[in-house]
């Protein structure tokens, strides 16, 4: 592979992954965001397949629709189990030994749909890919050993099933929890030749509005939204017509319909 095109997805790792040069403004935004029950399944299977765990690897699928949160469930993720020394900011509910149990520079994030990996043909990619996590591991990672590799959204590079399984098993041995996730079953759904690999399937579910809200509206509009969603504000509570029910709420909705339009 010619040094320049490596350097090309080297680069665009770095990007990925800001919180290995000290860039923690993305973790801090979504960690003031109301966990997500989705968020402590992962959270419990990656506790098990690490604390006290002498298995092959871990591989953990985690399936859901477009649109439902799973890049913003991931850098949730990131921001639970990262140390929190390193970080500065405070994440609620932190309930299991994984928590705060990762260096920053030990979690490699890969979003695979929108990236550098989609030019490549599928079997290129996915070589790719091994060498991007092998230069993590090598070059980036403080304890290359306890390492949490993420991909997200796995089916996105429509490569071989088995080549896909091949990867991905390789990528979860010597014991490292690898999630991924994918918008289908069956692209979560794989046979390994490794029995030492345990897998588990997590079936996502849908965001509530005001959790999704609070992913896709400014801080201030979040906060106002969350305060009537819990019935804090006196003037929405005394007289259901107020300017924040009539005015705020439809903006919200109009903001969001627009953003999701955007997406598609």
Same mark, same amino acid.
């Given at each position: 592979?010619?040094q320049?095109?490596e ?5 665009e790792?770095h990007?990925?992954n800001?919180w290995?040069e000290?860039?923690?403004?993305d973790l801090?935004?979504?960690s003031e ?8 399944? *992962?959270l419990?299977?990656v /506790?098990r ?7 092959? %690897?871990? &591989?953990? =699928? ?8 799973k ?8 921001a639970t189990?990262i140390?929190i020394?390193s ?12 928590v705060?149990g990762?260096?920053?520079?030990d ?11 989609n ?20 070059? *980036?990672?403080q304890?290359? /050993? ?8 796995? %089916?996105? &590079?429509d =490569? ?11 990528l979860a041995?010597?014991?490292?929890p690898?999630?991924?996730t994918?918008?289908?079953?069956d692209?979560v759904?794989?046979k390994?030749s490794?029995?030492?690999i ?20 400014s ?15 006196v ?5 259901p017509?107020?300017i924040?029910?009539r ?18």
């Amino acid at each position: 592979m010619e040094q320049s095109r490596e350097r090309r997805f080297i680069d665009e790792c770095h990007a990925w992954n800001p919180w290995w040069e000290d860039d923690f403004d993305d973790l801090q935004r979504v960690s003031e965001f109301h966990p997500r029950s989705d968020l402590y399944a *992962i959270l419990k299977t990656v /506790d098990r397949a690490t604390v006290g765990s002498n298995s092959g %690897g871990h &591989l953990i =699928g985690c399936v859901g629709q477009t649109g439902i949160g799973k890049t913003t469930l991931l850098k949730h993720l990131v921001a639970t189990v990262i140390d929190i020394s390193s970080v500065g900011f405070e994440v609620q509910r932190r309930d299991y030994d994984i928590v705060d149990g990762y260096h920053p520079t030990d979690v490699l994030y890969l979003p695979l749909e929108q990236s550098l990996y989609n030019l490549e043909r599928p079997n290129d990619a996915l070589q790719l890919i091994q060498r991007i996590v092998q230069y993590h591991r090598t070059r *980036i990672a403080q304890n290359p /050993d306890t390492t949490l590799l993420l991909i997200d959204d796995i %089916g996105s &590079l429509d =490569g071989d099933p088995k080549a896909v399984a091949d990867l991905l098993t390789e990528l979860a041995d010597n014991s490292v929890p690898l999630v991924y996730t994918a918008r289908i079953d069956d692209q979560v759904q794989f046979k390994t030749s490794t029995p030492e690999i345990e897998q588990t399937q997590i079936p996502l579910l849908p965001v509530k509005f005001i959790d999704f809200a609070q992913s896709q509206l400014s801080a201030s509009e979040s906060a106002e939204l969350e305060t009537l969603q819990a019935g804090e504000s006196v003037d929405a509570r005394d007289d259901p017509e107020t300017i924040h029910y009539r005015i705020f709420v439809p903006h919200c909705l109009i903001v969001l319909i627009l953003k999701a339009l955007h997406t598609n």
